[in-house]
Structures are given as structure tokens and as C-alpha cells.
């Protein structure tokens, strides 16, 4: 009788301390999003009374090539951005590893853009690509390119890759911190031993440094990958999603359809189809890549 | 490195091998000196144009070039800055990541416990809840915390920020928190037990002090997140008097317009405390950014 009753006293206290918890993100995170989900089926402009849609919105999503464009442009980003920064990050790990001195004043350089808002990024680099007082063309024109000097953003046909470069210039630092930090727990001996067998550092980096990586690889793929549906801050001040359609990714579909041109049900609809693709690409990857290792190595935090 | 020195081996021979390993270890260590310096070079030059623009006076930044120095430095830019309100906007930053992170931090930690330490089926479903919430992207969110901000009566206020940061700093600052209080040696809790302490005991005298380490973590990742945090600003307030940093950025952008210079330094202003936590705690500050990714 008494340990029942210090059970359920154990259970009310349990409840009473996540409660707090529970109750902001309830608010905040899950409501909101079955709200988004019961918008997606209105049709509202934020002001007039909202009328029931039934699935207009979800139908419009099919025949809108607009949102079309901006999924692709969305996935495009998603591969790009991970082709680019994975080979990068993964060296300038390992590299900052390193026992030199000299690795780890550059590293200290390295890690400065991490401090900036990707407002201030976004911001800095547009008066960088500026065509007419920005210092790429000026360089360009100096080296005696000056047939390459350009609006860079101004360009649809570059907008997209200059801001995928910009976006992975701004995130190979942190990347290059989680390999860094993978590869300064792998046992030294393992090198050793291979020194022995006369090893050079080509072969050393494939055949023990690589492999060790793999829990690391899965780590900073799976947070790229999901990351990239989340890119709006940067592209939102250096382009706005334009010129025209060029870098309009899904984020910033929604928030012009629902902010901008005051669609909140149909913006609803895309931002769940955010969410979904959000919550798939999470079980995917989790699934295909093995969630219960990496979890294992989230265990010894 | 050590180099084995065989018997059968003369002495000139290991001298040989000597200076050659000592050379292929210079040569070998070219391109790793060469990639390394290209990337601090692109890592490094944009933020140095940052500063040396923010230093040109307006003149100057037509004129002189742009990967060089300023040749006449000045400071009136960041004076500029200064006298167009960035004070309010430092404060409105700065309440907004303290009170936020101090919320997150509080109830995390709460539920945190309940969930590592007392067998209850509620708080491991409100962990599962945690978890699946982490795929959700936070912009996915954005109309609809809008509206029922609206609905509050809370949009352009500074408490409009702080409640969706809260929300969505919570389910990472709880799995963080959960591994470590896992790992906390199961002895010291039944010990403390024995002694006759309440949860609340155990978890201000043995949980507190043992988790500091991923407290630091998860309130550096965390005061990050919040102080750099663009869209609940941009779409939650309105009024300059509400305006937190980056949303003031954003602003000068359009009020500035070609005045690049005043520009930049308010974009240099803008990471000040977060350039100091760098200089003064670095190591902190970097394990806080990969908090919960790594070991």
C-alpha cells in the first residue's frame, strides 16, 4: 500500500515537472502545427472571414508550377549543398585535428563566420557580389576577366549556385567542427600500426581515417540534408527568392504565398508539405543510415 | 614520431633516412599548408571586408579598393550606427536570449529529470513527443504561430519572440539533458536516497552541479540560436522600438541603402558579444555549437 502510493506520488511529480515543458512546446510547436494542417484546407486572406476550402489548396499545389519549381529548387539545394560542403568539411576536420600549431591558430580563424547572424552573412556578402563596387568584379577586372564581372545575384541562371556557395561557405565551418571532432577520437595506434606497414597519409585517410568517420558522415549528412529545407534567413535578404523564380525555395514560397500575397491557407498548405517532407527525410535518413548507431553515440554525450 | 634506429643498420644509413623522412615529412606537408591557407583565405577575407569597409568613410568606399585597408580610418560609421537606435535593438536581443534561455533552460531541466530519473509512462511519452518534434522544421510553424500570436494580443511585442523560442529550444535541450543525467552514476542517486533526500534535493545538490558541463552547452547553443534568430522577429513585430538585431540589420539595409560603410559596422556591432564569448571562452562556445551532435 505504501509503495503504491509513493508510486503514484513518484508519477504526479513526474507529470507536474514535464508539464512546463510540455505545455510551451504543445503551444507553441504542436498546435501550431495542427493549425497549419486545418489551414491548409481554408481559404483566407488574414483579414476577411475564412471560408472552407476542402482541398482547392491541395489541389492547386499540384497544378502550381511555381511550388513545383520551388521543390525542385529545394532538393537542388539539399544534393548541391551536400556535394559541396561534405568533401570540404570532412578535410578541413580532419585537417584541424592535426597536432600542428599551425592548424590550430588557422582553425581559430575558421570558426569566426560561425558568430554571425545569417542575417549579417547574407548582408556581407550581397555588397561583396555588388556588381559595381563589389570586390569578386573588381578582382575580376583587375585579373584581367573582366568579361566574368557580373551581377552575380542579379543573374537567374546563377543566382541559385552563387547562394547554394554562399550557404555552404556559412555552414563548411560548423560541419568541419563535428569531423573535428570525430576524428580527434580516433585511436592513434590504428595509425601507427599502419605507419608500420609504411602507409603514406593517401592511404591513411582512406583506409583508417574515412572509415572511422562514418558515424560522423551520418551525423553531418543527416543535419545537412534536414537543414536544407530550412534555408530562408539567407536567401530571403540576398535575393528575396528572385530575380523572378530563381531562388525561390520552398520556405520562402511559403512565406511570400502566406505573408505576401496574404494566401494564408494556400502558404499552410506548403508549409505542411514542409513539414512532411521535414518528418520523411528524418525517418529516411534515420532508417537507411542506422539511427541506433548514431543514437548509441548521442548516448555518451 | 619516432624513427627506429636498426642495429645491422649503420650510422650513416640512419642519418640518410633521417633527413629523407624529415624531408618527405616537409613535402608531405605542402598540400595540407596549401589547402589550409586557401580556405582561410575564403573563410576569413569576407569577414575582414566586413571590418575594413565599416572603417572607410563613405568617400573611401568608392574610391579606394576593397581587399585593401582603409587608408583613412574612421569610426563615424559605427557612431552612426550607434545614434540610430542600435542601443534598443541591443537590449531587445539581449532580453529576449536571457529571458528564453532562461526559461528553456528551467523547464528543460525539470522535465529532463522527470524523464531520466522517475519511471513514469507520461514523461516518456512527452520525450517521444521531444523527439519526433526535432524533425519538424520551425519554419513549417511560422503562419500559424502568427495567428494565434495575433490572437493573443502579443504581435509586435518583445513576449511574441520569446514564447515560440522557448518552444522550439525545448526538445533539443531536453534530449541533451536526459543523456546526461542518464550517465550520472546510478550510486550517487541511491546514496543521496538513503540519506533521505527529495527528488528536489537530489536535483539541486547532485544534479546541478554534476551536469554543468552540458548546461553551458545547451545555454551557449541555445543564446545562439535565439540572439541570431531572423524569422520570428521578421514576422512576429513590427514597430523600430520592438526591433531585435537582426531584424535591425535587415532594416538598415533598407534605410542605409547605399551607404555600405554604416552598413557593415552595424553588421559587425551585431556579433560583438558573440565575437567576446569567442575570445574569452572558446572552447565552450564551440562544444555549445555541436552541442548534442558529438561526442
Known sequence: MKVFRAQRSTELLAVLWSLPALLFYGIFALVPMAIAVYLSFVSWNGLSALHWAGFANWVQLFHDPVAGHAILLTFGLMILGWVVQTPI???????????????????????????????????????????????????????????????????????????????SWQFVPFHALLYQAGARQIP???????????????????????????????????????????????????????????????????YISAFQNQQIGYGSTLAVLLAITGILLSVVLLRSTGFTKMSSQLEGL | MSISTQSERTEQQTMHNMSQKRQNRSLSEFFPVFF???WLVIA????????????????????????????????????????????????NSLIITIVS?????????????AIARLKSRFAQFVFNLF????????????????????????????LALILPSVAFGIPMTVLILVTYIRDIPKELYESMQIDGATH????????????????????????????????????????????????????????????????????????????????????????????????
Not at chain 1, 558522415?217 to 527568392?241: E, P, R
Not at chain 2, 534561455?101 to 529529470?113: D, E, H, K, T
Not at chain 2, 521578421?234 to 537582426?246: A, F, G, K
Open chain 2, 36 to 38: 589550409g591557407l586557401l
Open chain 2, 44 to 91: 576569413f577575407y569576407p569577414l575582414l571586408y566586413m571590418f575594413m569597409t565599416s572603417l572607410r568613410s563613405q568617400a573611401g568606399f568608392y574610391d579606394e579598393n576593397p581587399w585593401l585597408p582603409p587608408l583613412h580610418a574612421t569610426l563615424e560609421n559605427y557612431l552612426a550606427v550607434w545614434q540610430a537606435g542600435f542601443s534598443t535593438y541591443l537590449i
Open chain 2, 101 to 113: 534561455v532562461a526559461l528553456i533552460v528551467c523547464v528543460s531541466l525539470f522535465a529532463a529529470y
Open chain 2, 131 to 158: 523527439l519526433v518534434g526535432l524533425a519538424i522544421p520551425l519554419q513549417a510553424t511560422i503562419i500559424p504561430i502568427f495567428v494565434l500570436i495575433s490572437e493573443m494580443g502579443l504581435y509586435d511585442t518583445l
Open chain 1, 89 to 167: 568539411s570532412l578535410l578541413l576536420g580532419v585537417f584541424m585535428a592535426g597536432a600542428h600549431r599551425y592548424r590550430s591558430v588557422f582553425s581559430f580563424f575558421y570558426f569566426i563566420p560561425l558568430l554571425f547572424s545569417t542575417v549579417a552573412i547574407g548582408m556581407t556578402w550581397s555588397s561583396m557580389l555588388d556588381p559595381n563596387f563589389g570586390m569578386i568584379d573588381i578582382l575580376l577586372k583587375a585579373i584581367g576577366l573582366p568579361q566574368l564581372a557580373q551581377g552575380w545575384l542579379g543573374n537567374p541562371n546563377l543566382a541559385f549556385y552563387v547562394v547554394t556557395l554562399v550557404i
Open chain 1, 188 to 254: 592513434l595506434e590504428l595509425y601507427d600500426a599502419s605507419q608500420l606497414d609504411g602507409a603514406n597519409r593517401i592511404n591513411r585517410f582512406f583506409q583508417i581515417t574515412l572509415p572511422q568517420l562514418r558515424y560522423t558522415i551520418v551525423t553531418s549528412s543527416t543535419l545537412m540534408l534536414t537543414g536544407s529545407l530550412t534555408y530562408f534567413d539567407l536567401i530571403f535578404v540576398m535575393t528575396q527568392g528572385g530575380p523572378g523564380y530563381a531562388t525561390r525555395v520552398l520556405p520562402l514560397d511559403m
Open chain 2, 200 to 295: 528536489v534535493g537530489i536535483l539541486r545538490r547532485l544534479v546541478l552541479p554534476l551536469s554543468r558541463p552540458a548546461l553551458i552547452t545547451v545555454i551557449i547553443y541555445q543564446s545562439i540560436g535565439v540572439w541570431n534568430g531572423f524569422l520570428f522577429p521578421l514576422v512576429l513585430t513590427q514597430s523600430p522600438n520592438m526591433r531585435v538585431l537582426p531584424l535591425a540589420l535587415w532594416s538598415f539595409q533598407g534605410e542605409y541603402g547605399a551607404n555600405i560603410p554604416a552598413i557593415m559596422a552595424a553588421v559587425f556591432l551585431s556579433a560583438v558579444p558573440i565575437i567576446l564569448l569567442y575570445l574569452f571562452g572558446r572552447r565552450y562556445l564551440l562544444s555549445g555549437m555541436i552541442a548534442g551532435f558529438s561526442k
